[in-house]
T-cell receptor, first 116, second 115 residues
Framework: AQKVTQAQTEISVVEKEDVTLDCVYE???????LFWYKQPPSGELVFLIR??????QNEISGRYSWNFQKSTSSFNFTITASQVVDSAVYFC?????????????FGQGTRLTINP | EPEVTQTPSHQVTQMGQEVILRCVPI?????FYWYRQILGQKVEFLVS????????KSEIFDDQFSVERPDGSNFTLKIRSTKLEDSAMYFC?????????????FGPGTRLTVL
């Protein structure tokens, strides 16, 4: 069975600091997909990034970067030079490849607070 | 930019009543989902729907729940005889494809409060 663990329940940093959110996953499949979603205080879920299990190339997008390591089953997310608007709950999610519609399994979320 | 919409944004009901939560997925999407999030907890999968039938459902999605696509645009979640523990945020999502190659787009959610 698949499982996603976000060990950090809450993180609080001062604006402009870098912050890394950890995500560890469990799956028996060799083909799977990993996601990060952001949930701002308004409550909606905003898609940030998707990675498949065959692509371990790390990615940078502006102030965001992702570090995917299959050897440790981790998919960590870093915000560089954090801003107050980054304050939100961040969810890591996993989807396994199988016939039928995709099911996302979410971690517990990490509440990130950026203080001015 | 196309988006998933949900109505109502907040629904208050009495225990034992039936509620219908409505969603309008993105128009060219074929796969539809419902998730729920109890306050302060993680987002949990309820059900996926494709080609007018359920593709997969979780243990949460028991006989109390049903889904329907009554027309070409709406996707509904019906909860019969609501319980206090059904109080949660319910998210609808849709996607173009059925694998992780495409992301799911989520609606803004309906907050259900059962009194």
């Amino acid at each position: 069975a698949q499982k996603v663990t976000q060990a950090q329940t809450e993180i609080s940093v001062v604006e402009k600091e870098d912050v890394t959110l950890d995500c560890v996953y469990e799956t028996r499949d060799t083909t799977y997909y990993l996601f990060w979603y952001k949930q701002p205080p308004s409550g909606e879920l905003v898609f940030l990034i998707r990675r498949n299990s065959f692509d371990e190339q790390n990615e940078i997008s502006g102030r965001y970067s992702w570090n995917f390591q299959k050897s440790t089953s981790s998919f960590n997310f870093t915000i560089t030079a954090s801003q107050v608007v980054d304050s939100a709950v961040y969810f890591c999610a996993l989807s396994e490849q199988y016939s039928g519609a995709q099911k996302l399994v979410f971690g517990q979320g990490t509440r990130l607070t950026i203080n001015p | 930019e196309p988006e998933v919409t949900q109505t109502p944004s907040h629904q208050v009901t009495q225990m034992g009543q039936e509620v219908i939560l409505r969603c309008v997925p993105i128009s060219n999407h074929l796969y539809f989902y419902w998730y729920r999030q109890i306050l302060g907890q993680k987002v949990e999968f309820l059900v996926s729907f494709y080609n007018n039938e359920i593709s997969e459902k979780s243990e949460i999605f028991d006989d109390q729940f049903s889904v329907e696509r009554p027309d070409g645009s709406n996707f509904t979640l019906k909860i019969r005889s609501t319980k206090l523990e059904d109080s949660a945020m319910y998210f609808c999502a849709s996607s173009e494809g059925d694998s992780g190659r495409v992301e799911q787009f989520f609606g803004p959610g309906t907050r259900l409060t059962v009194l």
